[in-house]
């Protein structure tokens, strides 16, 4: 037999370390080239792996809540187990088969190529690791169980660490055989619950929050509670204190948002608006024949309302860059890489939509939905959260009226838009019932002076308050 250690990816961006999130297969079984093995979380998003060569698998080093550095071996995959290109013995011969992390170069990315479902399995590399990260505790082989090559006995599964499986109790099929979504799958292990035993209530059979929440809950399967920050309100407490690790994507926006608090000079400004109009004219667009099946919020008006105002005012689309010389520049993007700040259960993300200063105003929708239903799925690639130029962050959908955002790193604005509330307004001479909401406008002050950032935010507004007006009279 040929056995091949694969190593944990580069999986972009200069991320060091991915957390074993959910591993979709177990020692012994077959798979295919480019077939998703296992789930890895990292501090922008959750990725499915593929694997790199087709056999059967061998070992598999780490379970599942193991934090692992780039470089390292997760895997081993016997990519001959017919042994027809060799005849293995229990010498140096058939050890020297086996290709050691130590004497093989660190895989920078991934082969690329379809996977099963249509998705494109392809994990790009960003260059060799710079800065090693501490090496957390990590189990050795000898925890995770493993199929001897000589021995015809079934393979017994992959063990989770937080559950303890007794030596007479039947095996239990892999969490990754059930139907159920990230999100719920990382509920299931904090609370310590098995997916495996839950009838699941959902589309087509999937497992829901609530089933994990109903076993977790019963008196008949007590488990250990680890909290979460996005946990449900409904876990019970374990004492007086809890200890929440600061993992994944909270410790990645903690440490970009004290980086850009302390980096770029905020300024805020604030705008309230009449967007009675914007509103309607929402409205009128569903009934239209091509947009009856397009869900269309006030955040596609938003959108294209801050695209417009861009377009007057490129200044704000750029971003302050220290150069080798010890000096600075500005860099203006004529391109609008848009940022949408998106709370999931995972934490907050900004994915953005690509060029959406190039799309019509129907694409716009169509990337807008898309980039919101994959962040909920907690599918987003860090890909699709790199790059960004300019931010959109909604506090309206949580009731409140506005906020004072902090700048993603790198850019030199985001907008925040409020709830939309009935509210009495003077309008045309006399006191009525409009639609209103509050805007606000943090942007770097280095770039960005008072009158520039007032001038555009005083753009955005008037689109909103006017858009059939406003592109009749800047296009």
Known sequence: MTVKEFNLPDLGEGLTEGEILKWLVQVGDTIELNQPIVEVETAKAAVEIPAK????????????????????????????????????????????????????PVEPGMIGGPAPGGRTAVLVGYGPKTTAAKRRPRATAATVPTQPPATP???APVEVAAVEVAPAAPPRPVQGSVLAKPPVRKLARDLGVDLAGIAGTGPNGSITRDDVLSVSAAPTAPAPVTATMTGPAAAPRVGREERIPVKGVRKLTAENMVASAFTAPHVTEFLTVDVTRSMKALERLKTKRDWRDVRV??????AKAALVALKRHPMVNSSWQATSAGAAEIVVKHYVNLGIA???????????????????????????????????????????????????????VFGVDTGTPILPPGESAILVFGAIRDTPW???GKIKIRQVTTLGLSFDHRIIDGELGSKFLRDVGAFLEDPEGSLLAWS
Do not use: C, Q, Y
């Open 53 to 104: 060569w087709a056999g059967k698998v061998d070992k598999i080093f780490h379970p599942e809540g193991t934090t692992v550095e780039v470089g390292v071996p997760i895997i081993a995959i016997n990519t001959d187990p017919s042994g027809a290109t060799a005849a293995p013995t229990p010498s140096a011969a058939s050890l020297a088969a086996v290709e050691i992390a130590g004497d093989a």
């Open 153 to 155: 006995v079934a393979p």
């Open 297 to 302: 919020s006030p955040l596609l008006m938003v």
């Open 342 to 396: 998106a709370a999931t259960e995972r934490g907050l993300i900004v994915p953005n939509v690509k060029d959406a200063d190039a799309l019509t105003t129907r694409e716009l929708a169509d990337a807008l939905n898309a980039l919101v239903a994959t962040a909920r799925e907690g599918k987003t690639s860090p890909a699709a959260m790199s790059g960004g130029t300019f931010t959109i962050t909604s506090v309206g």
């Open 426 to 428: 003077v309008h045309k």
